[in-house]
């Protein structure tokens, strides 16, 4: 049965997404085959989050910033 965005939505906010990174699904897939992978994960995360760390006058502030691309990281 497929899952709908609404579904994994809910599971996010809940804290019960069941969440890989892609080199993880790749053994999963591997093991479990395509279906069965399907139906156990929710999210599998692509990116990489990078935190842009700025120091102000009295605070220090913490941004994550979602990395597609190093090469546009760099440049940041």
Known sequence: MAKTIQEINEKIKNGKA???????IIDIVKSEGVKKA???VDVVTTG???LCVRQEATSISVT???VLNWEEAVRL
């Open 18 to 24: 069941v969440v890989y990174n892609a080199e993880e």
């Open 38 to 40: 399907a139906a156990r």
């Open 48 to 50: 990489t989050f990078l």
């Open 64 to 66: 994550p910033i979602l």
